[in-house]
Structure formats: structure tokens, C-alpha cells
């Protein structure tokens, strides 16, 4: 059965009714958050979920209400020995800007993960094929590289 949870729906600031931007999807041992704005982990939390549960990270942009979590989230994954490896995916120059994050937040305790760059065609979706489901991803235009799941 697909849960899905909604962690915060608001734009660049959040309100006190609304959290920057943040799902959950649920399937099965899959916990897979799309995007990981400011104060993700407090969310989670009041939504009775661990953090050290999700699997994937898919991150949308780089705009910071869609990773300024990021950095604490890995952390607090790394912190709680039952976090397994955390995939990411992400535009193109994700690599790099994870890189830039583990540098500025320098954690002992940050959670081990691998890191995909996902490059669409502008025509034509692509689809990440999962045990027992997918993901379509297209190109979005936003003003920076920018990915739809």
C-alpha cells in the first residue's frame, strides 16, 4: 500500500500554518522524501515518522526551500545507528552541492549515501525502474535545473 505525507506545502517562506516543502512516499520498506526543505525533520517527527527511516531523497532544484534540511537530516540519519545508505537523486550539479553541504556542516555522524544525477531529455521523460514501481521524471522550467517526479 502507497501512504503518502505531506510535510510542508509552502513556498520560499514558510508561514505558521505551513512548512517549506516536503512529501513523503511510503511503499512497502521504501521511504522516499521529495524534497527536503528547512525544519523536515521537526515535520516528520510530529507526523510519528523517523527520519532514519527514508531510503531516497529526490530533490526537485536547488532553491533553498527545497534543501536547506539536507544537511540535518543526514546528520541525524548518521546519528541513529539504524540508518541504512541514503540514495539521492537530483539535477545535474547535485554532486557537487552535496559536496559543498558535508563541507560547510561537518557532522561525525553523517549518514553514508550514494548520489545519482538524473538528466532527462527535454522531450521525453525519464523512468527509474524500482522493486515493484517507478519513477517518471521530467525536466520542469523554474529559472535553474530543475526536475518533476
Avoid at 506545502?9 to 522524501?33: F, V, W
Avoid at 541525524?76 to 550539479?93: E, F, T, V
Amino acid at each position: 500500500m502507497i501512504e503518502i505525507t505531506i510535510l510542508g506545502t509552502a513556498c520560499m517562506q514558510p508561514t505558521k500554518d505551513r512548512n517549506h516543502i516536503g512529501i513523503l512516499l511510503s511503499y512497502g520498506k521504501e521511504k522516499i522524501l521529495f524534497d527536503c526543505g528547512e525544519n523536515i525533520q521537526r515535520q516528520l517527527r510530529v507526523a510519528g515518522l523517523k527520519p532514519a527511516k527514508i531510503t531516497k531523497l529526490f530533490i526537485s532544484h536547488w532553491h533553498g526551500d527545497h534543501v536547506l534540511g539536507i544537511p540535518g537530516l543526514m546528520s541525524s540519519m548518521g546519528a541513529d545507528n539504524s540508518s541504512s545508505k541514503l540514495i539521492i537523486y537530483g539535477p545535474k550539479g547535485t554532486k557537487k552541492r552535496i559536496e559543498y553541504l558535508r563541507q560547510a556542516f561537518q557532522s561525525k555522524h553523517m549518514v553514508e549515501y550514494e548520489l545519482i544525477e538524473i538528466i532527462p531529455t527535454e522531450k521525453k521523460a525519464k523512468s527509474l525502474e524500482f522493486n515493484g514501481f517507478s519513477v517518471e521524471v521530467r525536466n520542469l522550467a523554474h529559472g535553474t535545473d530543475c526536475l518533476g517526479y
